[in-house]
């Protein structure tokens, strides 16, 4: 696990020093389906490594309605940056929707990066800035059917992992919608 977050870390400008930070830091974590990694309204202590398996992000309202955030895959490193930026809880839940092996890096290492790491803090920056783009584009300039095309041409494997209320939920759209489209891509 920890070979995969050097050669990430190193794939985004780390320098020596702060492998062998990241690496003395990194906490391994085994965990089961559905486990919850962060508690909405929880002060978040780590960001995590995600090595095997997968990671949903949510947000649920006091109605139990619910809302995707975002979903995280193999090799991606989730760090919540508004709390990080803010020092405020989390407003979303983060947890594992398959048995996941993840390392978890404190905060605060993620935090000295700006100073001793700045072009790997830039990076990771950037790059959560661009998905954010990519989802915002997702979200306004395509349908509800282009939307589900997309997802499944992007995440064939994801698909077959996540209930239909997650999928509606990361298009969103409703399960009944969902169905609705499924149905007509089919005749």
Request: aromatic fraction near 10%.
């Amino acid at each position: 696990m920890k070979t995969a977050l050097i050669q990430f870390l190193q794939n985004h400008g780390a320098d020596e020093e702060t492998l062998h930070q990241a690496v003395a830091a990194a906490e391994p974590m085994e965990l089961p389906t559905r486990h919850i990694l962060l508690n909405q309204g929880a002060q978040p202590d780590y960001a995590f490594f995600l090595a095997e398996g997968v990671c949903h992000a949510s947000y649920l309202t006091p109605e139990g309605r619910h809302f995707s955030k975002e979903f995280y895959w193999e090799q991606e490193l989730i760090i919540g940056f508004e709390s990080l930026l803010t020092g405020r809880p989390s407003e979303y839940l983060l947890e594992t929707l398959s048995a996941s092996q993840l390392l978890a890096l404190p905060l605060a290492l993620i935090e000295q990066w700006k100073t001793a790491s700045p072009r790997l803090y830039m990076a990771l920056l950037e790059r959560q800035l661009l998905f954010k783009e990519h989802k915002e584009r997702f979200m306004l300039v395509h349908s509800p059917e282009e939307r589900y095309t997309l997802f499944c041409e992007h995440f064939p494997d994801l698909q077959a992992q996540l209930a239909d209320y997650q999928i509606a939920s990361y298009l969103g759209i409703t399960p009944t919608s969902l169905s609705r489209i499924r149905s007509r891509s089919c005749e």
